[in-house]
Nanobody
Framework: VQLQASGGGLVQAGGSLSLFCVASGTIFSINSMAWYRQGQEKQRELVASIRNSGTTNYADTVKGRSTISRDDARNTVHLRMNSLKPEDTAVYYC??????????????WGQGTLVTVSS
C-alpha cells in the first residue's frame, strides 16, 4: 500500500486549503486514515483522523476550523483547513492504518506535503 499526499503550498493567514491523500496498491481494508503534522523543531502531532465508521477526531488546535472526510470508493482522505494561522505551518503527513486478509494491522505513511502560512 502506498499513500500519495497533495495539496500543500503557501497560504496567507486567514485563508483555507485542502489536503488530499490517495491510497493505492493491494488494499484489503483501511481501518482509519489520519493527517499528522510536524513543524520545525517540533514533534509530529496528530491533526485529525477518521475511522471507517466515520468517527472523527481532531486536535484541539484545529478543532472547529478543520474537517476531515474520506471517500472509501476512491481510498481517499481529504482535510479541509480554514482560518489558517502561521502556527499551522508544518509538513503534513497522511497515515493509513490498514489490515491484511489475515487481520494483521499496520500503519502506512505518505510523503509529507509542506504547508506554509504567511502572516
Amino acid at each position: 500500500v502506498q499513500l500519495q499526499a497533495s495539496g500543500g503550498g503557501l497560504v496567507q493567514a486567514g485563508g483555507s486549503l485542502s489536503l488530499f491523500c490517495v491510497a493505492s496498491g493491494t488494499i484489503f481494508s483501511i481501518n482509519s486514515m489520519a493527517w499528522y503534522r510536524q513543524g520545525q523543531e517540533k514533534q509530529r502531532e496528530l491533526v485529525a483522523s477518521i475511522r471507517n465508521s466515520g468517527t472523527t477526531n481532531y486536535a484541539d488546535t484545529v478543532k472547529g476550523r478543520s474537517t476531515i472526510s474520506r471517500d472509501d470508493a476512491r481510498n481517499t482522505v481529504h482535510l479541509r483547513m480554514n482560518s489558517l494561522k502561521p502556527e499551522d505551518t508544518a509538513v503534513y503527513y497522511c497515515k493509513a492504518r490498514v489490515s491484511t486478509k489475515r487481520g494483521v494491522e499496520y500503519d502506512v505513511w505518505g510523503q509529507g506535503t509542506l504547508v506554509t502560512v504567511s502572516s
